[in-house]
């Protein structure tokens, strides 16, 4: 069983910091990519940012310049620091992992976290 604990949401005012934190645990061999969704009341859930074992991201045109995702691979963790916050960055932040569960796997399973809320006042 592969768990996601994510952490660090909260409410900010605009132009604000913050901080999103994701940990995998359980009987894991390998994390092809980690990354940060979130979906917003009425709206599809979207990718905001990823990043690969060997370091390649990619980031939604909305954040680049403004988030950075990190990861450090021997805690199995990943990170999203979210700079100028703006209210249309509110939404729910989903943590995402894609899983080797065996070294023989052919394709990743996908594991989601809860998700934490992000509110960004005007």
């Known amino acids: 069983q592969v768990q996601l604990v994510e952490s660090g949401g909260g409410l900010v005012q605009a132009g604000g910091s913050l901080r999103l934190s994701c940990a995998a645990s359980?009987?894991?061999?390998?994390?092809?990519?980690m990354g940060w969704y979130r979906q917003a009341p009425g709206k599809q859930r979207e990718l905001v940012a990823d990043?690969?074992?060997?370091?390649?991201?990619r980031y939604a045109d909305s954040v680049k310049g403004r988030f950075t995702i990190s990861r450090d691979n021997a805690k199995k963790s990943v990170h999203l620091q979210m700079n100028s916050l703006k209210p249309e960055d509110t939404a729910v932040y989903y943590c995402?992992?894609?899983?080797?569960?065996?070294?023989?796997?052919?394709?990743?399973?996908?594991?989601w976290g809860q998700g934490t809320q992000v509110t960004v006042s005007s």
């Open positions: 359980g009987s894991i061999f390998a994390i092809n990519v």
């Open positions: 995402n992992a894609k899983v080797l569960l065996r070294p023989w796997q052919l394709a990743p399973y996908d594991y």
């Open positions: 990043i690969t074992s060997g370091g390649s991201t």
